[in-house]
């Protein structure tokens, strides 16, 4: 498996509270990626970063928002939580835009 | 926006048979990748094609490169228990994103 991690794994969370889920590489690889994974829907993008500071937006981006101060971290941060975004989070990295690599994954629900 | 259309949405099959699943576009893609997920985990990365018309082998899977770029296969062969698991393709189109069909769940009957 490619060197990385997810933190939290789990955690629980009201609605309106802000939320920021990290995800650490140790591949030192360019492109980093956060999907969420909801039945019926498989993985949606939600942002991606292609280089320290340098961010962009996927398909369901509304209601996230994204930070990389260093090639290893990307934080993924929820600003007000709400009921949609009960979700399973996935960060990937690729060295490249050919491939990407996948975490193990957070399990976030807001109540 | 760009869609795969990943089928079957899910198949029951018997230890032993062979396994068959594709992917389909309207578009043209460059790359098409083939994970599987286990329950509780995130996708495994099983085969990567780089060219039109490749065909890859990892074990007892093999996937192919479609000719018309616009699709890919999956087969395993004798199939086993720990293949259980929810199948996705991937594919990187021209503006270098990768989009992912909604996954094959596969079931084996004991």
């Known amino acids: 498996d490619a060197g990385i991690t997810q933190s939290p794994r789990h955690k629980v969370t009201e609605t309106g509270t802000p939320v920021t889920l990290r995800c650490h590489q140790t591949?030192?690889?360019?492109?980093m990626y956060w999907y969420r994974q909801d039945p019926g829907h498989g993985l949606r993008l939600i942002h991606y970063?292609?280089?320290?500071?340098?961010?962009d937006k996927g398909e369901v981006s509304d209601g996230y928002s994204v930070s990389r101060s260093k090639t290893e971290d990307f934080l993924l941060t929820l600003e007000s939580a709400t009921s949609s975004q009960t979700s399973v989070y996935f960060c990937?990295?690729?060295?490249?835009?050919?491939?990407?690599?996948f975490g193990p994954g957070t399990r976030l629900t807001v109540l | 926006g760009q869609q795969l259309n990943q089928s079957p949405q899910s198949m029951f099959i018997q230890e032993g048979e062979d396994v068959s699943m594709n992917c389909t576009s309207s578009?043209?893609?460059?790359?098409w990748l083939w994970y599987k997920q286990d329950p509780g985990e995130g996708p495994v990365l099983l085969i990567a094609?780089?060219?039109?018309?490749e065909l890859t082998s990892n074990g007892r899977l093999t996937a192919q490169f479609g000719i018309t770029r616009k699709d890919s296969f999956l087969n395993i062969s004798a199939s086993i228990p720990s293949d259980v698991g929810i199948y996705f393709c991937?594919?990187?189109?021209?503006?270098?994103?990768?989009?992912f069909g909604k996954g094959t769940r596969l079931h084996i009957l004991p």
């Open positions: 970063s292609y280089g320290v500071k340098d961010t």
């Open positions: 591949e030192n690889h360019r492109y």
């Open positions: 094609l780089y060219k039109a018309g």
């Open positions: 991937a594919g990187r189109n021209r503006d270098d994103k990768i989009i």
């Open positions: 990937a990295i690729g060295l490249g835009t050919d491939t990407q690599y």
């Open positions: 578009s043209i893609f460059n790359t």
